[in-house]
């Protein structure tokens, strides 16, 4: 049985996912970035600021945004193929430990985004496809996504977009 040790720098509470909160590489999708002032409060500068779809890190661990250094801003750029973090929506990353980066004089763990986009286990659902009409019906159905889920990668931006396409459909055949 593996027991979770608790990372010295657990007990200063950052705002910010860092280092010691990734234990093994890990896939989180980015929902969106905005330029935001330091909440730490260290500082009065201003930082790319990433926010998660999921909502947990593990089972009742809250997840926490992760600031986006000039590194990892890059290598989003790079993985979106846009250079405006408003266009930084609904993107898949692996989040992984770098250890001995310098900063300053010091060497310490830091938190990067792989360049390698993460290989989903499922396949993306396309727009307009077959699978979309059915997962159209699905949510008509269930009035959820979770079967769809099963078989297929939604983005955030796709299920807002069944739901909608399911709820006009359901609204006009009532009229009829």
Do not use: C
Request: charged letters at 30%.
């Amino acid at each position: 049985m593996t027991t979770q040790k608790t990372h010295y720098r657990k007990a200063f509470d950052s705002p910010y996912l860092s280092s010691q909160d990734i234990i093994e590489p890990t896939v989180l999708t980015i929902s969106r970035v905005e330029l935001q002032g330091d909440k730490s409060k260290k500082t009065k500068d201003h930082f790319n600021t990433a926010y998660f779809v999921e909502k947990e890190i593990r089972q009742g661990e809250t997840l926490k945004p992760m600031i986006l250094n000039a590194t990892n801003s890059r290598t989003v750029k790079q993985l979106t193929g846009q250079h405006f973090i408003d266009d930084w929506k609904n993107v898949k990353v692996t989040i992984y430990v770098e250890h001995n980066i310098r900063f300053g004089r010091d060497s310490v763990d830091g938190l990067r985004i792989s360049t390698v986009p993460p290989v989903l286990s499922k396949p993306l659902l396309e727009v307009d496809s077959k699978m979309w009409k059915s997962a159209v019906s699905a949510y008509k159905r269930d009035q959820n996504l979770d079967a769809v889920k099963e078989r297929v990668e939604l983005t955030g931006a796709q299920e807002k977009a069944i739901i909608e396409e399911a709820n006009f459909i359901a609204e006009n055949e009532d009229v009829s």
